[in-house]
């Protein structure tokens, strides 16, 4: 999964940044050219290559270099065999920026119009993300700081940028994320062989409820256990395209939509017992 | 079995023929099926305990043809309450690698080749009626209740042969000998509900967050809906459980022994023990010091003081690491009466060489702050399998152990046996079998040089990975031509590699089974699909090689009546051949075994209810007591008059299998002792091996679960970085991690998950094809037997030296 798309004003900081990193790396890697290149942990370094302003500290050893007699602020440097990928690496300074990201404005009152084409396509995307429906999704992209705060930084509420949409919790705060979700193998190791030979074959997605007769509100189709919440899926700005409430005003699903006894581990017998009929006699 | 059971499995047997469509499947990404799938209907739900660790969630478990399609967490289980781990998750996916072992097979040279079932149980029973004391068992905390009763009935009451032990030895022994020293009875006197309760929790050198993951939610959760939790966070190394806790202790290795002492050391002179608890219920207790036992000796409360005194906060803090004034934050904690204090602890405790001190120094700083007996306020140890608790230390699966807390060496207890197995008296061999580091021993020597164990049967783990010390222990068996070793297993793995004689087996809800959790817990399920081939149940293997064995003439498959000593009737009386595989499920065996094993449990108040409340329970934590009215009852906190029903009328606590005899629990003194091998010159580092939360144990099942396989593809050494530095290693570099003892190449994982001080290196053993067993030491406790896994010189090499050396 790509990273977001970057605004202007990010690119124009990245930029700065990208200079001052480039002058810092000419005039310190001199210094620690001939080192060879033993890695550093990866606090020290995620510390230094977050600017300042994005909530990094500038690290206390950083010193000024000197060009043609000028002094010039820098960043202290790192070496490019420091340079590898960082464990707190691709998702670590996204707490500090994507919530000041503007969110696109979600018109409540317009009633989305979903295709078959896209709910088809949304249930092919899931469906790589579960081995089985009802199974947590593993966490698709990179993510080397597991506490919650980093996870809840964006599934908190959810967020949308351009095509990229961070899925709201479907479920209440639990505070152990990985507990559940599988993350990406370590950056160490991501490149290693994760391959299983499995004849499993999970439980499909449901693709419908069951309607008494066209028109009628469909049953829930799957457990809502850990999906408590409805719109997150069905509707607002994180909705799986094709999987929208064509109503999404209207918050109070199980008004209409029936679950399943079965499905929610409610006591629920083989057969539903009823009083014996009456016995109606011949006059 | 009801009609409706034998419908629904008759129904899932004729599914599974139709479902071999599973085959083509490339990750494990759905099929998108084109038509809706009624997901009310076409999927029938049942109950299971997890088949990973000691928690014991309960799953529910969708079966759809004949197969396992989807898991759900039960939101009726007490357990986890409807939340799994992502293991529990995934669990379902371990019946379907595709190397499952379908067919028996017999070493022919370096090759396999496949053998009848007839055939095999022939070989097996041949080997043990030619030398039956030459013969050992090595079961496992993952067989189920009926199953290690059904192999310690086969041994001790069959063969009157003591050589069967459990990996449970490698896992919570020490845990074991820290209860029967205090308490005078195995287990917990707590539950899980202890962690709804406490203010504070310590985890002694204990990483629940990964280990025990449903249990570490249980409490952080807390936090989340506003409540405050105190997590205090002892350890050799930084940990995800780390991240939760408000303090972290970084401790030397051994330092928790000398933690536990310091604490204790405070209450004493600051006064602040709870005196009123101690002079009712505790006594005091010390390792002789000459041939110390694992009851000890008596000793007087002055002598104890006398004894504590030089374990000063400073004097601690040399021994430990952890500063004095954490010392005293600790000792201060639990001078305070209003706080409900839970200490947890596993591997680390127990996989020590003190395991059986420290275990009984905790309880001990329980006793005299007096934070016992309330719900809440606890010491709990955590088990590592399904049924370590159930099936090893309840049945008593252990080399001097019979069933329900009796030891082979006591002659009433061997009587008592006898009596309920109805075999003649002196059935039961009066000496204590091998323990497993003995019992492997035994069998990878030479018989010339006295290795007098010559046939082995494992069932249900993996001790060609997990045993310590694995040059010494288990590889030298390759060339002992005359060493048999038979392996049941579901899939190939470290041991299968050795092994003469593999046996397909059944797992999981591929059969019947009975589980005992952490907690007192004993769980029930039933068979829902079909094992692969001709795999097939443990419990019928045993009971099977009785019968050819009594067939070739064993008298002591017999009982006194000379009936067979597996026989199970049907409902009408009559006797069901149920060692002949096609009949096995004709009745419950689980069920008949159960009610056998049930009436050996109450002389230690262990009380179990009959089997079919265990089908319409999530788990009954025992004693099980049946009330006036006929519901039978179980018992969350032990040993407290509020809810054990076997605690004396006028009594607050009382420990009724006490050592003392009096109902008092002992608090133990034993001084610190430094660990059996530490860094120096040649070997710097400290070694600590573990686990992580994606695998379970040797990954034999887990490592066959894509997601979970993804998430953690191989085994590493996790490596401080100014080590890294000081030894030139890049990240992902595969080094030779070394000890005296052997060698294990893995790869660098710096600043890794878990973050190792400077000088200490942490390996996960998930990976069978990174064995950090063949470094790790044989050395174990004293009383348990247990070894310890946790702490040994190493160091560490790079490839490119080995090779720039020649």
């Not at chain 1, 947590?136 to 959810?158: F, L, N």
């Not at chain 2, 068996?477 to 003469?500: C, G, H, Q, R, S």
């Not at chain 2, 379970?696 to 100014?722: C, I, Q």
Request: proline residues 7%; charged residues 25%; negative net charge.
């Amino acid at each position: 999964m790509s990273g977001f798309k970057t605004s202007d004003r990010v690119t124009g900081r990245s930029t700065t940044v990208f200079l001052v990193c480039v002058i810092g790396v000419a005039a310190v890697g001199y210094c620690v050219g001939v080192s060879d290149g033993v890695p550093k942990s990866d606090s020290q370094l995620s510390i230094n290559s977050i600017p300042a302003e994005q909530g990094g500290e500038r690290s206390a050893d950083a010193r000024p270099v000197s060009v043609n007699g000028v002094e010039i602020p820098s960043i202290e440097a790192t070496n490019y065999a420091d340079m590898r990928r960082s464990e707190e690496g691709p998702t670590s300074h996204w707490k500090m920026g994507l919530d000041q990201i503007p969110q696109p404005a979600y018109d409540l009152l317009t009633p989305p119009k979903p295709t078959p084409e896209e709910k088809l396509q949304s249930t092919r995307i899931r469906a790589t993300r579960r081995a089985f429906n009802g199974a947590p999704p593993i966490i698709p992209h990179a993510v080397e700081r597991t506490s919650d705060g980093a996870c809840y930084a964006c599934h908190g509420k959810g967020m949308k940028i351009g095509d990229q949409v961070a899925g709201q919790m479907s479920h209440g705060f639990l505070a152990n994320c990985t507990q559940c979700h599988a993350p990406p193998p370590p950056t160490p190791f991501a490149d290693v062989d994760a391959s299983v030979a499995s004849n499993y074959v999970g439980l499909p997605a449901p693709t419908q409820g069951k309607r008494a007769f066209p028109g009628a509100p469909p049953t829930i189709p799957h457990s809502t256990l850990m999906r408590e919440s409805c719109l997150v899926c069905h509707g607002g700005k994180t909705a799986w395209s094709g999987f929208e409430s064509t109503h999404p005003w209207r918050s109070s699903c199980t008004q209409c939509h029936a679950p399943s006894a079965a499905l929610e581990q409610a006591p629920s017998p083989a057969e539903v017992d009823m009083l014996p009929g009456l016995r109606v006699i011949d006059r | 079995m009801d009609a409706d059971r034998r419908s629904f499995l008759k129904g899932a047997a004729m599914a599974a023929a139709s479902a071999a469509v599973a085959g083509q499947q490339e990750t494990f990404a759905l099929p998108i099926v084109d038509q809706p799938v009624d997901a009310d209907g076409g999927v029938l739900w049942n109950k299971a305990p997890c088949r990973f660790c000691g928690t014991g969630c309960h799953v529910q478990v969708g079966v759809q043809d004949g197969r396992v399609v989807a898991v759900a967490g039960d939101k009726n289980a007490d357990v986890n309450k409807g939340l799994l781990c992502v293991k529990g998750y995934h669990v379902g996916s371990i019946l379907y690698g595709k190397d499952r072992l379908t067919k028996p097979l017999l070493k022919k040279e370096d090759d396999y080749v496949e053998i009848e079932w007839d055939e095999a149980i022939d070989i097996v029973a041949k080997r043990i009626q030619d030398a039956p004391e030459k013969f050992a068992f090595y079961g496992s905390g993952q067989w189920t209740i009926p199953e290690g009763f059904a192999a310690q009935k086969f041994m001790k009451g069959g063969l009157g042969n003591n050589h069967i032990d459990p990996n449970a030895r490698l896992c919570m022994a020490s845990a074991v000998t820290g209860f029967l020293a205090t308490y005078g009875v195995d287990e917990p006197a707590g539950c899980y509900a202890d962690l709804d309760e406490c203010d504070v929790l310590i985890t002694w050198g204990n990483n629940p967050a990964e280990m025990h993951p449903v249990l570490f939610s249980r409490v952080i959760d807390r936090r989340s809906r506003g409540e405050q939790v105190r997590l205090i966070d002892i350890g050799t190394r930084r940990t995800r459980t780390t991240d939760a806790a408000d303090d972290f202790l970084l401790m030397q290795p051994h330092g928790d022994v000398a933690i536990a002492l310091g604490i204790m050391h405070l209450l004493i002179e600051d006064d602040s023990y709870d005196k009123d608890f101690v002079e009712a219920n505790c006594a005091f207790r010390s390792p002789q010091s000459e041939g110390p036992t694992l009851q000890g000796e008596a000793i007087s409360f002055d002598e104890y003081k006398t004894r504590i005194a030089k374990y000063t906060p400073e004097h601690v803090e040399e021994l430990s690491g952890v500063p004095a004034d954490k010392i005293r934050m600790l000792a201060g904690l639990f001078g305070d009466r209003n706080l409900r204090i839970t200490s947890t602890w596993c591997m680390g405790m127990n996989q020590h060489t003190m395991g059986t001190a420290v275990n009984s120094l905790v309880h001990g700083v329980h006793f005299l702050s007096g934070h016992f007996g309330k719900p809440g306020d606890s010491p709990t140890s955590l088990t590592g399998q399904p049924s370590a608790c159930g099936t090893v230390r309840e049945v008593g699966t252990l080399a001097h152990a019979l069933p329900g807390g009796r030891l082979v060496a006591k002659e009433d207890h061997r009587t008592q046996c006898e009596e309920l197995w109805n075999v003649p008296a002196g059935r039961i061999n009066p000496v204590p079998g091998y323990h497993t580091v003995k019992m492997f021993e035994q069998f990878t020597k030479s018989s010339a040089d006295g290795g007098d164990i010559d046939t082995l049967f494992v069932q249900v783990t993996n001790p060609g990975q997990t045993l310590p010390n694995l040059n010494k222990l288990f590889n030298d068996k390759k060339n002992l031509k005359d060493k048999f070793l038979i392996v049941a297993e579901v899939y190939p793995t470290a041991t299968t590699v050795l092994a003469d004689l593999i046996l397909p087996a059944a797992m999981w809800v591929e059969k019947n089974g009975m589980f005992g959790n952490s907690e007192r817990r004993t769980q029930q399920w039933f068979k829902m699909v079909d094992p692969p081939g001709e795999a097939r149940d443990d419990c019928w293997m045993t009971i099977a090689i009785a019968h050819r064995l009594m067939e070739l003439g064993h008298e002591g498959m017999k009982n006194k009546d000379g009936e067979f000593i597996f026989a199970v009737q049907d409902e009408d009386g009559n006797e069901v051949p149920v060692w002949e595989w096609e009949h096995y499920y004709d009745v419950n065996v689980d069920k008949a075994i159960f009610e056998e094993y049930r009436h050996f449990t109450t002389m230690k108040h262990k009380n179990l209810a009959p089997y079919d409340e265990y089908v319409k329970a999530r788990g009954l934590r025992w004693p099980v007591v049946e009330q006036e009215d006929g519901a039978w009852r179980e018992t969350k906190f032990r040993f407290a008059a509020f809810d054990d029903p076997f605690v004396a009328e006028g009594r607050d606590i009382e420990f009724y299998h006490s050592t003392s005899g009096d109902g008092r629990g002992q608090i133990w003194f034993h001084d610190y002792q430094p660990p059996p091998e530490v860094p120096d010159d040649e070997f710097p580092l400290w070694l600590c091996t573990g686990r992580v939360l994606e695998h379970w144990h040797t990954g034999t099942m887990t490592r066959r679960v894509a997601s979970l396989n993804r998430a953690m593809p191989t085994g590493y050494v996790e490596v401080h970085p100014d080590d890294a530095a000081e030894l030139n290693v890049r990240q992902g570099e595969v080094v030779i991690v070394e000890s005296r003892r052997g060698v294990c190449e893995l790869p660098v994982w710096i600043d890794g998950r878990g973050k190792p001080p400077r000088g200490t290196v942490f390996v996960p053993f998930f990976d069978e094809t990174k064995l950090i067993n063949n470094v790790t030491l044989d050395a174990h406790d004293p009383f348990s037997k247990q070894p310890d896994y946790k702490k040994c010189a190493a160091r560490i090499r790079r490839r490119s030296m080995e090779v720039s050396q020649g």
